[in-house]
């Protein structure tokens, strides 16, 4: 299994569609289609196999699930992780003839995934510097005051320039590191075999990384003790109930449901109470 050009070009589209804003904005390009789960399909949807790329897909997003860009500092590039780490983890399988949902294909993938992510930081900063030349050409034509030229120079700042950082840091490097990722992966089969001491550290890290993800996400959205029970009600779901993300989605629905109905029944109590005593007083005056 290798990746042709035409499969190559196709995945440096979308790297750029990924992290492009003028591209429906953050929500449709980094917050959808640049998240490992997501690309995962595209990226099985491209290489013709598409539970190998969802299966690898939501073993790297595990890694990444809590992933923040604060004041745009980036530990990962998620955008590198998806179109570059992705592929190449498909190939890797396929190479080591690995049952894709297998724990070691999941430790091999988000292996890879992480090794991408971080050279994709390097990608990421080098399109966030090239920026800076495009808006320092729209601030120059905001500081001239004339709006004939501020209407011409504006969209192509936002919406034209952008694509050249874009195809130079994102682009370029996935189509040549996917065509070279055949060779790469064949190295690795022949230099690094399976029951080799280098192959099991890796599986080990990789296996590892998913903790890493979850702890980040835990530090985020819990807030007090009993929050670990609901927290940990999805992992017994799937432990003891052998429920699937699909089941624990709609039971966890379910419950969500009924806590809106019960916050509701809340909010509610102190407007008829409040109505109830205008009522009383009313009826006191009268008499």
């Given at each position: 299994?290798?990746?042709?050009?035409?499969?190559?070009?196709?995945?440096?589209?979308?790297?750029?569609?990924?992290?492009?804003?003028?591209?429906?904005?953050?929500?449709?390009?980094?917050?959808?289609?640049?998240?490992?789960?997501?690309?995962?399909?595209?990226?099985?949807?491209?290489?013709?196999?598409?539970?190998?790329?969802?299966?690898?897909?939501?073993?790297?997003?595990?890694?990444?699930?809590?992933?923040?860009?604060?004041?745009?500092?980036?530990?990962?590039?998620?955008?590198?992780?998806?179109?570059?780490?992705?592929?190449?983890?498909?190939?890797?399988?396929?190479?080591?003839?690995?049952?894709?949902?297998?724990?070691?294909?999941?430790?091999?993938?988000?292996?890879?995934?992480?090794?991408?992510?971080?050279?994709?930081?390097?990608l990421f900063?080098?399109?966030?510097?090239?920026?800076?030349?495009?808006?320092?050409?729209?601030?120059?034509?905001?500081?001239?005051?004339?709006?004939?030229?501020?209407?011409?120079?504006?969209?192509?700042?936002?919406?034209?320039?952008?694509?050249?950082?874009?195809?130079?840091?994102?682009f370029i490097?996935?189509?040549?590191?996917?065509?070279?990722?055949?060779?790469?992966?064949?190295?690795?089969?022949?230099?690094?075999?399976?029951?080799?001491?280098?192959?099991?550290?890796?599986?080990?890290?990789?296996?590892?990384?998913?903790?890493?993800?979850?702890?980040?996400?835990?530090?985020?959205?819990?807030?007090?003790?009993?929050?670990?029970?609901?927290f940990a009600?999805?992992?017994?779901?799937?432990?003891?109930?052998?429920?699937?993300?699909?089941?624990?989605?709609?039971?966890?629905?379910?419950?969500?449901?009924?806590?809106?109905?019960?916050?509701?029944?809340?909010?509610?109590?102190?407007?008829?109470?409040?109505?109830?005593?205008?009522?009383?007083?009313?009826?006191?005056?009268?008499?």
């Amino acid at each position: 299994m290798g990746i042709s050009m035409f499969q190559a070009i196709l995945l440096g589209l979308f790297a750029c569609l990924a992290s492009l804003p003028g591209m429906g904005g953050t929500t449709v390009g980094n917050y959808t289609l640049g998240r490992p789960l997501v690309g995962g399909l595209i990226v099985g949807l491209i290489m013709g196999d598409i539970q190998t790329g969802i299966i690898v897909g939501a073993a790297i997003q595990l890694v990444y699930i809590a992933l923040v860009t604060p004041g745009g500092t980036v530990s990962a590039d998620v955008r590198a992780v998806t179109y570059i780490g992705i592929p190449l983890a498909i190939l890797a399988i396929h190479a080591q003839g690995l049952d894709p949902s297998s724990e070691a294909a999941s430790g091999l993938a988000a292996s890879l995934g992480a090794a991408v992510g971080t050279l994709g930081t390097v990608l990421f900063y080098g399109t966030a510097t090239l920026n800076l030349v495009w808006q320092g050409i729209g601030w120059k034509a905001m500081d001239g005051g004339n709006w004939k030229t501020i209407k011409k120079t504006i969209p192509m700042v936002d919406f034209v320039f952008p694509w050249i950082s874009h195809i130079a840091f994102s682009f370029i490097p996935t189509v040549v590191i996917c065509l070279a990722g055949e060779s790469m992966v064949g190295l690795m089969k022949d230099y690094l075999p399976m029951d080799g001491v280098a192959m099991k550290t890796l599986f080990t890290v990789g296996s590892l990384l998913p903790a890493v993800g979850i702890a980040i996400l835990c530090k985020q959205v819990i807030q007090k003790p009993l929050d670990w029970v609901t927290f940990a009600f999805g992992f017994i779901l799937a432990a003891v109930m052998g429920c699937n993300l699909i089941c624990s989605a709609v039971i966890a629905v379910f419950f969500a449901l009924i806590n809106f109905k019960v916050e509701q029944i809340k909010l509610a109590r102190p407007a008829v109470a409040a109505a109830g005593a205008a009522f009383d007083d009313e009826e006191e005056e009268d008499i």
